[in-house]
């Protein structure tokens, strides 16, 4: 089985000595309308964030402060990112689990996502992914 393919998309990064800048435009850099943004912050040392999966949603998932882990998991395998440059984002595919640790302190996640919210499209549960996906 193959091991679960994150894609690392680098993002533009203007410098300049008053401070450096990065975006993010839809269809151009992120392969996907973004619909939904949302962002990660104060997480207790020790804990982690994720731990689901989206039946049809897309993300693109940006540490623009600090740094943190990001497990790709499609039941078989799993593969672990760090993300910790803030010009760089991890694409997560449709059905792929997903955990995020190791959160730094003073760390940011921004989630870019394809689609609203809408709780039908998470799977919540590991024992439900596993039978998602057979």
Not at 25 to 34: L, M
Not at 78 to 94: A, D, F, I, M, R
Request: glycine letters at 8%.
């Amino acid at each position: 089985m193959n091991i679960p393919e994150g894609k690392i998309i680098e993002l533009p990064k203007i410098t300049d000595p008053r401070g450096n800048l990065t975006f993010a435009e839809s269809i151009r850099h992120i392969p996907f309308e973004v619909k939904r943004v949302y962002w990660v912050y104060d997480v207790p040392s020790g804990e982690n964030r994720g731990g689901h999966a989206h039946k049809k949603c897309r993300e693109f998932i940006i540490a623009v402060s600090g740094s943190f882990t990001v497990t790709l998991d499609n039941g078989h395998n799993s593969k672990t990112y760090l993300l910790n440059h803030p010009y760089q984002g991890l694409l997560v595919e449709t059905g792929t689990w997903r955990t995020l640790n190791d959160f730094s302190s003073g760390s940011v996640c921004l989630v870019l996502a394809s689609d609203f919210f809408e709780e039908s499209d998470y799977i919540r549960e590991y024992e439900d992914y596993l039978e998602y996906i057979k």
